[in-house]
């Protein structure tokens, strides 16, 4: 198959998609996917000292984030490195 596809495959595609568009039901929630975790903003810290002609600043972010769920028997079960003994 070749990388380019025809005009008329390109202008199906085109109304296919506009059709799925409108077909679409838009109140219906989506699955959040795991890398669609938004960070909560918490706190900010803003701090700054001016230095003759420069301004240093520094600013803390504090953020909230739900952590991945994890399976049952993962979360019960240890890890061959936490239970052997250093030598």
Known sequence: MSD???????????????VNA???????????SASAT???????EVQEARQ????LRRTTIDEVLRA???????????SKHETDQCQ
Do not use: M, W, Y
């Open 4 to 18: 380019e596809n025809s005009l008329f495959r390109n202008i199906g595609q085109f109304f296919g998609h506009v």
């Open 22 to 32: 409108i077909k679409h039901d838009p109140t219906v929630p989506t699955e959040p």
């Open 38 to 44: 938004v960070p909560t903003e918490v706190n900010r």
């Open 52 to 55: 003759g002609e420069f301004i």
């Open 68 to 78: 991945p769920q994890v399976p049952q028997d993962e979360a019960t079960s240890t």
